[in-house]
């Protein structure tokens, strides 16, 4: 019998209310002809009863997910690039206009914010893992270390260049699950006044839009306001301020200081309320929540299964990550999408992990358009839907499946 699950915040025991099952690493892409057995575990999401943590109940190895040929980059999206342009431009403004200002990014990928400060001629540097987009980032003028950061990290970091001002992760901080050594290396390596400010896929935005997709392998903790104010208070920081974000199909941007070093904004407060009111940390209501993703799966195969029997192609759109557990937990292979297009050269003429659908350039997709289209990039919806406006005009058709199933 496998031990009982133990929150990662507090230590506390965590209720599993959700189990997809076995599940590949989700940015596992392999060559049609490797025969290798895939690495798997079971993905489950569970609730500390104690600190509220929504997390996963099995961890896969750090080093199994971020490696030399971790295919994501930031880039990738024009959104994000102005996402993340903007951003530096407001830490230049707001929080490094000193002259010894320093900022450490986790988890930094190709340098797609350092960019903006490095062209600043701002101090910097970029914690970051995965071998091959860090020598983008290096490409980029950013300065890098190629290392998982933890306590140790910061310890040399204070050593080698001093405390930073502001220590920022986007779609990094949920990855990591040993997160009390995450959290001595920030109050380790932050000045007295400086914050930090990371941002993560929201619990709220998940729940409410159903958009289960968000839980793969990468995402071990799924934040919410309560659950980042009680993680925040056990590690000697303070949540000061939070901001709801459009990206990634809804996150939230949290600032983090030291107890008293920064007045905590209303909107905080005004979060805790609406996640009060709506009982985001009840139990009852995350297992309506898995009651609901059960029923998309469901509606889903249906579908996908009616259309191929009446005849239709059907071509997925995007390789994503999270499209690992849609495909998987559904049990959607080539005999229902003919096969996925992706602009990433790394995961082009190569299969899905565990559903083995193969993968082909972006081009494949217009050269002859299919009926349709199961958009897997859904959090890219509005930039994706402009640039394919021909796969409309010429009768195609989208399917979604965030927040339901529905045809576009």
């Given amino acids: 019998m496998a031990p009982e699950p133990r929150c990662r915040i507090c230590g506390d025991a965590v209720v599993e209310f959700l189990d997809f099952g076995t599940q590949p690493l989700s940015d596992a ?30 961890e896969v190895p750090r080093e199994e997910m971020f490696h030399e040929e971790y295919p994501y980059l930031s880039r990738g999206s024009s959104v994000m690039r102005e996402h993340f342009r903007s951003l530096a431009e407001r830490f230049l403004t707001t929080e490094l206009s000193g002259d010894d200002a320093f900022i450490v990014e986790l988890g930094c990928n190709d340098g ?5 400060v490095a062209e600043a001629g701002v101090r910097h540097l970029g914690v970051e893992p ?8 290096a490409e980029e003028g950013v300065r890098v270390r190629k290392d998982f950061f933890e306590e140790a990290t910061a310890l040399d970091i204070v050593a080698t260049e001093g405390q930073a001002d502001v220590i920022y992760a986007a779609n990094t901080l949920c990855h990591i699950p040993y997160m009390s050594s995450i959290l001595r290396g920030v109050t380790a390596l932050l000045r ?18 159903t958009s289960f997709d968000q839980i793969y392998d990468e995402h071990f903790f799924l934040f919410s306001v309560s659950s980042v104010d009680e993680m925040a208070r056990r590690h000697d ?18 600032t983090l200081a030291r107890p008293g070093a920064r007045k905590r904004s209303a909107a905080v407060e005004e979060l805790l309320a609406e996640e009060r009111g709506r009982g985001l940390g009840d139990l009852a209501v995350l297992e309506r929540f898995a009651e609901r993703v059960r029923t998309v799966r469901d509606d889903l195969v249906a579908l996908l299964t009616r259309l191929r029997a009446e005849g239709h192609r059907i071509v ?31 995961k082009q003429h190569k299969l899905t992990p565990g559903s083995h659908i ?3 350039p972006s081009e494949a997709f217009s050269d002859d358009y299919p009926p349709y289209a199961l958009l897997f990039a859904w959090n890219h919806a509005d930039e994706i839907m402009a640039k394919e406006q021909a796969f409309r005009d010429a009768g195609g058709r989208w399917i979604r499946y965030v927040p339901d199933v529905h045809v576009v």
Avoid: W
């Fill in 29 to 58: 892409f392999r060559d049609p002809g490797d025969t290798a057995e895939e690495f798997t575990y079971r993905l489950a999401v569970g609730r500390c009863g104690t600190c509220g943590m929504v997390q996963l109940t099995e």
């Fill in 112 to 116: 797609t914010m350092l960019k903006t």
């Fill in 130 to 137: 995965s071998g091959a987009v860090a020598d983008l980032a």
């Fill in 192 to 209: 007295p006044e400086g914050v930090f400010v990371f941002e993560d896929p929201y619990l709220g935005d998940i729940v409410e839009r």
């Fill in 237 to 254: 920081l303070e949540l000061v301020d939070v901001e709801r974000l459009p990206v990634h199909g809804g996150e939230v941007r949290y």
């Fill in 316 to 346: 997925g759109y995007g390789a994503t990550a999270k499209s690992a557990t849609v495909t998987n937990f559904c049990g959607i292979g080539p005999d229902l999408v003919e096969f996925v297009c992706d602009t990433t050269p790394a």
């Fill in 358 to 360: 193969p993968v082909r």
